[in-house]
């Protein structure tokens, strides 16, 4: 897993409700169908409330994906939907529905470790 410090970007309307942190986690898709297309993917940035992925397959606003969030040693599942995408930038942005009381303990704590690091 690759940390970097946030970078200042252009002003724009912000519609989340948790901060996004820029770094690279690696994602794995958990169902066969996903895995045998994609064996995995990395985020751009990510928050408690889901995270932004770099894939080369888009998937269509509001399917629901099972994930696994790779983080050291660890893999975090969750369930996400898919908020947005962006096919020029080969982005996604995903919005978590359903992360075990473990994994967002467990992303709470990255969260502050990747902010720490930019102080």
């Known amino acids: 897993m690759e940390l ?43 928050s408690l409330g889901g995270l932004c992925l770099r894939t080369r397959r888009a998937y ?10 790779v983080v050291g040693t660890e893999r975090l599942p969750v369930q ?7 096919p020029a930038d080969k982005a996604v ?6 992360v075990a009381d473990e994994a967002r303990a ?3 704590v990255l969260m502050k470790s990747v902010v720490g690091t930019a102080s």
Request: without cysteine; glycine residues 4%; proline residues 10%.
């Open 60 to 69: 269509p606003v509001g399917r629901t994906l099972a994930l696994n969030l």
């Open 106 to 108: 467990r992303l709470l």
């Open 4 to 46: 970097s410090p946030p970078t200042p970007g252009p002003p724009s309307v912000e519609r989340r409700r948790e901060a996004r942190v820029p770094t690279r986690i690696e994602v794995r898709f958990t169902d066969a169908v996903h895995a045998a297309r994609v064996l995995h993917a990395y985020s751009l940035d990510f």
């Open 93 to 98: 942005g995903v919005r978590f529905v359903e």
């Open 80 to 86: 996400a939907v898919v908020a947005w995408v962006r």
